[in-house]
């Protein structure tokens, strides 16, 4: 069969993304990307420490970074990604944009980390007032905390799952629980932490039923990410990737719709 007609693939442009040993949710991050964007995934080296604020700042050491950003240079990405929401945090602010330059000058390209892309989504979305909800530990969610109220974000509710292992196993209705109890008062969005955590398919229930924007550790890694190169990223009605998604206050007599069922809520990554 003469297949020559067919010539080669189409032209893919990169985004390297360096993530932390345990990371499980690869195929989360790929439903964001459009067609023409490849996901060049590398991990830093395992550390046995559990999920707390020393694991955020062992995988986050400059040196880790650094050799993780080399080690895509080969395939020449277009902008270096490192999804870690803890990792990309706990050094406040200033250890943020640190990380970034770090990983640039390993890469010659752009850099960006997921805690960067939250304070970037927050502008967009112009919110001042956010809730959290967190898989962490009280300590490591404080420092998130503590993060966001740097950028003069105000903390409008909190709800925290206490985990230190195996966050990617969570299912979706917890999610959706934990989001209810976050939301309180008058907040302008929800952000949901952790790259580890599934949010993907709830993202769009949530947004109906709380009526603010709702924005998760994945997808503003991929939306900022995707940013750089002058595309969008793809996915349901979303908020903080589809502007007419940013709706007003709650419509009398809409009805969110059900929570998913049981077997709707095996999501990426479960084992």
């Known amino acids: ?25 690869d195929r989360e991050l790929w439903r964001w990307v459009p067609d023409e964007v490849s996901l060049h995934m590398t991990r830093t080296p395992f550390v046995p420490v559990e999920v707390s604020l020393d694991l955020a700042r062992l995988v986050s050491e400059h040196e880790t970074l650094g050799e993780a950003v080399r080690t895509l240079n080969a395939i020449a990405p277009e902008v270096v990604a490192y999804a870690c929401t803890s990792g990309s945090f706990v050094g406040g602010t200033m250890g943020e944009r640190a990380m970034c330059e770090a990983m640039s000058r390993a890469g010659a390209v752009p850099a ?6 939250l304070l970037e989504a927050l502008v967009e ?10 898989p962490y530990t009280v300590s490591v969610t404080q420092s998130l905390e503590a993060y966001v109220a740097q950028a003069g974000v105000t903390i409008s509710g909190c709800a925290f799952m206490g985990l ?7 299912p979706y209705r917890e999610v959706v629980d934990m989001a209810r109890q976050a939301v309180r008062g008058d907040a302008d969005a929800l952000f949901i932490s952790c790259t580890n ?11 109906a039923e709380l009526r603010i ?5 994945n997808q503003v890694t991929m939306w900022a990410a995707l940013r750089r190169l002058g ?17 007003g206050p709650a419509v009398p007599g809409v009805d969110p719709g059900p929570v998913l069922p049981e077997e709707e809520q095996q999501q990426e990554g479960w084992t």
Request: no cysteine; proline share 10%.
């Open 112 to 117: 960006i980390t997921t805690s960067g892309a």
């Open 125 to 134: 979305l112009d919110v001042r007032r956010v809730a959290l909800v967190t």
């Open 164 to 170: 230190t292992r195996h966050i990617w196993k969570v």
């Open 213 to 217: 924007p709702v924005i998760s550790a």
């Open 231 to 247: 595309t969008r990223a793809v996915g349901p009605y979303q908020a903080l990737i589809n502007p007419a998604a940013r709706s």
């Open 1 to 25: 069969m003469d297949v020559s007609f067919l010539g080669g693939p189409s032209p893919q442009r990169g985004v390297g993304v360096v993530a932390p040993f345990d990371f499980a949710l």
């Open 197 to 207: 955590l599934p949010t993907y398919d709830v993202i769009p229930q949530l947004e």
